[in-house]
């Protein structure tokens, strides 16, 4: 049975059921997923994941300014216990060095390693061509229309945040 199947079957049980809005919802969570998933494929010869090349790149614009893992795991949307996951495998692999902090000891920054930087910049035109192949279909005006009404719709929920 097909996703738009479900749906209808769904709102035909629940009349009052806000079909718009929840189609609306459920392909921006799918459509994520599949963008996740195509960026990841791109990345997989390189042994990455997109979080851990997110890591990566931050840390290559952040170079000369101490960067912490909470700050990172904020800006990727993972969990305390994820990044320190990520960071350990990118440590493992000699890409990402951790250091105590000079401010304060009990806190940790991170800095790329130059293997991490050389890594960084075989998978960037990767990653690049993933996105623009992605967007490709929707045209440039539309991306433009799809940037602002995505930035509404995140600027309203970080609103109802508690």
Excluded: K
């Excluded at 199947?5 to 079909?19: E, F, G, I, K, N």
């Excluded at 495998?89 to 390693?113: I, N, P």
């Excluded at 910049?121 to 602002?148: D, I, K, M, Q």
């Amino acid at each position: 049975m097909s996703f738009e199947q479900r749906m209808d079957r769904y709102c035909a049980a629940h009349p009052d059921a806000p079909r718009d809005l929840i189609l609306a919802s459920r392909l921006l969570l799918r459509t994520a997923r599949l963008l996740r998933d195509h960026i990841n494929r791109s990345l997989a010869q390189f042994d990455l994941d997109l979080n851990q090349y997110l890591v990566l790149s931050m840390l290559a614009v952040d170079e000369g300014q101490p960067s912490m893992p909470s700050e990172l795991s904020a800006t990727i949307d993972a969990t305390r216990t994820q990044m320190t996951r990520l960071v350990d495998g990118l440590e493992a692999r000699s890409l990402v060095r951790r250091q105590a902090s000079e401010q304060d000891r009990r806190s940790l920054e991170l800095t790329l390693t130059p293997a991490g930087r050389r890594l960084l910049e075989r998978a960037l035109p990767l990653v690049h061509a993933a996105y623009a192949e992605v967007w490709a279909p929707v045209g440039e005006n539309a991306l433009a229309a799809s940037t602002r009404v995505l930035n509404r719709l995140h600027q309203s929920l970080l609103a109802l945040q508690p």
